[in-house]
């Protein structure tokens, strides 16, 4: 169902406030702001009794496009179709602001220069042009060892096209796999080359490995310069984590190891976990469990990585296992992630915040059910009839 467009505001919900305090109260907007709370409601308000009305989610990093993209290895569709679909999926979610985790690899296919390119291109066409409902954003996730994009993606970041910078390295990884036929047939298959092509490709990537401290100086020098937030991928120590500290790197993206993570804490980082972690009980590569590092304080962020209903369902899991309350496990999907991200207009319910909210149903707590999205005042999402004041 389609939104109602314009309105003014949120009518009898329970609110939750920037000070972490749920009350019933109402929310006016103004110019895509928020106005005033509990100032009485307004003409043209939504009808928001019986529900939970929460800060829109800020998704750091989401890469579950991909599957609009190219939903087999061999099939790809024109990326306005598949990135609106995306932006649906989106709103259905309570996703306000997305970061898609668009990878610019030296692998080529799906997470090549060419896909990166025109994905760049065309989020930043369609944000000009007003396609899309949530604020749809690039989290340029660049694969160190590709060296023959440098240039471009430094143009990128001077153009104001990437809004947040990822350093990966996964040829090591890949390299490890070369004798597991099985594995590096995958990887070719979403390059779209054969394996023995996947496998020259790989090789020559890594006789320049000498090249690639120089080229990752570049880049960091060049976000800096824009200030684009930047995170390293995967950190596997400590040592790691210092050394794009000091980069410019301030946010550890999915650490390898809760030492790695601690470090990251240590030096006053965001560290960036997966929502799905939580949802399935564990790190589908045997890695740390995120509801623990949350418990413990070390992490800071749950983004969506490859599943959008992750982010909404996690908090919720995280306050029923009284790990978090619910206001402490809300503020990693939206406070935590705006101010990690430099977005300081967003993630929370406070006068002169953007009025990015959600209307939640949550009568079954472990399945809440998103029933409203508002993004800069706008309903862009309404999955059952919502009365207006």
């Not at 990878?103 to 090549?112: A, I, N, Q, Y």
């Amino acid at each position: 169902m389609s939104g109602v467009s314009e309105i003014t505001g949120v009518a009898g919900g329970r609110v939750l406030l920037a000070d972490g305090s749920f009350t019933v109260t109402d929310i006016r907007f103004d110019g895509g702001n928020i106005d005033d709370i509990g100032g009485g409601q307004a003409r043209g308000s939504l009808n928001a009794n019986g529900m939970l009305v929460l800060p829109g989610i800020v998704d750091i990093h989401g890469d579950a496009f991909e599957r609009q993209v190219a939903p087999r290895p061999e099939v790809q569709f024109p990326l306005a179709m598949a990135m609106a679909d995306t932006d649906r999926q989106l709103l259905s979610n309570g996703i306000t602001t997305a970061f898609h985790g668009v990878t610019c690899s030296w692998e080529g296919g799906l997470r090549g220069i060419d896909t990166s390119r025109a994905l760049v291109r065309h989020i930043a066409c369609a944000r000009t042009e007003g396609l899309f409902g949530a604020d749809n954003r690039v989290h340029l996730r660049f694969e160190n060892h590709n060296l023959e994009a440098v240039e471009e993606v430094i143009g990128w970041l001077q153009s104001g096209q990437v809004d947040f910078l990822a350093f990966n390295d996964h040829l090591p990884g890949i390299a490890r796999k070369l004798d597991d036929h099985g594995r590096i047939a995958k990887y070719a298959e979403r390059a779209g080359v054969s394996v023995v092509r996947f496998r020259e490709i790989l090789q020559a990537s890594r006789e320049r490995a000498g090249e690639v401290p120089a080229a990752v100086q570049r880049l960091s020098a060049a976000a800096l310069l824009r200030d684009v937030p930047m995170a390293s991928h995967d950190d596997t120590s400590p040592e790691d984590r210092r050394r794009y500290q000091s980069l410019g790197c301030r946010i550890a993206e999915f650490p390898m190891g809760r030492e790695a993570a601690l470090a990251a804490r240590e030096l006053d980082n965001a560290v960036i976990m997966g929502a799905p972690n939580v949802v399935r009980g564990g790190s589908h590569i045997n890695g740390v469990r995120a509801a623990d590092m949350v418990g413990e304080g070390i992490c800071t962020v749950l983004a969506s990585d490859y599943f959008y209903p992750a982010v909404l369902a996690a908090p919720f899991l995280l306050a029923n296992a009284g790990i978090a309350t619910l206001a402490e496990a809300w503020r990693l999907v939206s406070r935590n992630p705006a101010r990690a991200a430099g977005l300081g207009d967003r993630g929370e319910i406070a006068t002169g915040q953007r009025a990015d909210l959600i209307l939640v149903d949550d009568s079954q707590p472990a399945m809440p059910r998103i029933v409203a999205t508002v993004v800069h005042g706008k309903a862009r999402h309404v999955s059952r009839h919502l009365a207006l004041h």
